[in-house]
């Protein structure tokens, strides 16, 4: 070590300075270092001018841009330029260097955006003039590299080999992984987190699983944003997190293991069916909770959800008055295509043999049979397959009186009822009022009771008995109407008992009495905004118009109902409305 003193100061000599041998010579290096470059620049600059790259610098120690700072401050910009290129992220390292660069004015910041669709479409047919790629290749290309630039130099690679152009290649997965090291232990939970998420995480997850407040959890987001592997989309009320492109969010979930996806999708799909409450027809939360159950490998769980999804299109294409109240745009979420229903069924029958292949006979696996059948039943009731559909219904109801489940003999029974109705099979049809009217009893279950009813004073009506099934109907009007009785699915049933009542005045030729009877079906349901049955209360209030003779009203009923159906893809009644608005409209031709 050098130790100096300066005398006088204090009378005493005290030591000012501590300086290492080493230190200095390094310091006197670096400073012959720094000269000797820009002498070299200088140099050369007088003959031509010089234009020196420098790539990633983010990988720059603190030591060598404190070098590049100074050569920067003691050459002409005018002879010499320089490029640099560097992550768009908040690297601390670089702090210096930009305050520095942005003070003297001595750089021009150009930020590369990601190559649009068109983009990326252009670059592959230039690079690629005389092997032309199919539109499908060009959409997954850009839905795979998002227009980034590196990413779509791989797949053009890819592209000239026989390889599968969905990869991830060992470059890749190395420039990848140089963004994930340093992550703090934290920082790497949030982000196996957010990889279990196809769409964004939400904020509510991460405080969950990793029991800590909102404001730690900002925290360590923030930190990953600023080094641009995350990013926030949403907005207040539902932020969310995902990853800035998808390779990224791709690297993180291969890198977590078997059993550590099994545990983490498990504890999500639990925690988002805690959170549904009462609200048991959220089809967006089912299908997250079903794609969790299912990368858990719960498949008796994800079978549960896929029926809970399936069921509630079925209920609303299959129910003639479907207890649902959503907007026109939850509605548009169903697909009631033949094909793909009875896809859908398949799968449901596919992933319960599997269940049962391994020998597993709980009651929830039971439960879940008696659903399938019971689905299965239904929509072949509704195809008009009657016998594999009351087959289907019988062996749900089998099962359902072995295992004591009240529930099931009960839709069992409504379905065998509406295909009695439907094949006007009388002789059958009470015998399974009856049955289902005394479980309903039993179970001290009001709907239920009045549902019965109303098939009751339907069979009347088919028997040729009105006075028998108005009197009827009056009964559940006087059932559901009571003021404890006031909610949605109160109000459809009393919506629908006035369109039976209405079915019957007009049977009995009182047309006025039967329009009257389906406008107070309509003003239930647009009191309370339940737009599905509506449509076929419109339709048969339109009908009775047209027959009395009020073509303007007949019209204004048909064009609502359309517009329902339209929006909604409900057709109970549809060709109904049409038809009666092909008669009209000549006439105001």
Request: aromatic share 10%; with cysteine; glycine share 4%.
């Amino acid at each position: 070590r050098f130790h100096s003193e300066e005398p006088g100061a204090g009378g005493n000599g005290d030591p000012l300075q501590d300086v290492r041998l080493e230190d200095s010579i390094g310091l006197m290096n670096r400073d012959n270092f720094e000269y000797l470059i820009v002498t070299l620049l200088n140099t050369i600059s007088e003959e031509k001018k010089v234009v020196i790259s420098f790539e990633d610098i983010h990988w720059m120690d603190v030591d060598s841009i404190s070098i590049l700072i100074s050569i920067l401050s003691r050459i002409d910009p005018k002879k010499i330029m320089f490029v640099f290129t560097c992550r768009n992220e908040v690297i601390h390292s670089l702090e210096n260097f930009y305050i520095f660069v942005k003070n003297c004015r001595k750089i021009e910041s150009i930020e590369l955006s990601r190559y649009t669709r068109s983009e990326v479409e252009g670059f592959i047919h230039k690079a690629r003039p005389n092997a032309p790629v199919s539109k499908e290749i060009l959409d997954r290309i850009y839905a795979e590299t998002e227009g980034n630039t590196f990413f779509l130099a791989e797949y053009m690679n890819a592209l000239n080999s026989p390889k599968d152009i969905n990869i991830m290649t060992a470059k890749m997965q190395d420039i990848i992984e140089s963004k994930f090291l340093d992550m703090s232990k934290e920082e790497k939970k949030v982000s196996e987190i957010t990889s279990l998420f196809d769409n964004g995480a939400p904020l509510f997850i991460f405080t969950e699983l990793l029991q800590k407040d909102e404001l730690e959890i900002l925290d360590l987001i923030e930190s990953l944003e600023n080094r641009s592997i995350l990013g926030e989309t949403g907005n207040d009320n539902s932020l969310r997190v995902q990853f800035t492109h998808r390779k990224l969010r791709e690297f993180q979930y291969m890198s977590l293991t078997h059993v550590r996806k099994n545990v983490l999708h498990n504890k999500v799909a639990r925690f988002l069916e805690s959170r549904l409450g009462n609200d048991s027809r959220n089809l967006d939360v089912y299908y997250q909770i079903a794609y969790h159950f299912e990368n858990a490998n719960n498949i008796v769980d994800f079978l549960r959800y896929k029926i809970k999804i399936l069921n509630v299109n079925l209920d609303f294409s299959h129910e003639r008055f479907p207890v649902l109240r959503f907007d026109s745009k939850f509605y548009n979420q169903f697909d009631f295509d033949d094909k793909r229903i009875k896809k859908k069924i398949y799968e449901l029958e596919e992933i319960l043999e599997k269940i049962k292949a391994t020998g597993e006979e709980t009651l929830d696996v039971l439960n879940l049979e008696m659903s399938v059948l019971h689905i299965k039943g239904r929509y072949m009731i509704r195809r008009g397959a009657y016998e594999e559909g009351l087959k289907c219904i019988r062996a749900m109801m089998e099962i359902a009186q072995d295992v004591m489940s009240r529930d099931f003999i009960i839709e069992g029974c409504k379905q065998t009822i509406l295909y009695c109705i439907q094949t006007n099979c009388t002789d059958m049809m009470m015998k399974y009022i009856n049955y289902g009217y005394e479980l309903a009893r039993e179970q001290n279950s009001s709907v239920n009771i009045g549902v019965f009813k109303r098939y009751e004073a339907v069979y009347h009506s088919m028997a040729g008995d009105p006075v028998t099934a108005e009197g009827l109907i009056k009964e559940c009007l006087d059932l559901f109407s009571q003021p404890t009785r006031s909610s949605n699915q109160y109000v459809l049933h009393t919506a629908a008992c006035f369109d039976e009542m209405g079915g019957i005045k007009k049977i009995r030729g009182e047309l006025t009495e039967a329009l009257g009877c389906y406008e107070k079906a309509i003003a239930l349901c647009e009191q309370r905004n339940v737009w599905i049955s509506i449509s076929l209360f419109y339709t048969h209030a339109g009908e009775i118009a047209y027959w009395l003779g009020k073509y303007d009203l007949a019209r204004e009923y048909f064009e609502k109902a359309l517009d329902v159906y339209n929006r909604i893809k409900y057709n109970a009644g549809q060709p109904i409305a049409e038809a009666y608005m092909a008669l009209i409209l000549p006439s105001f031709i």
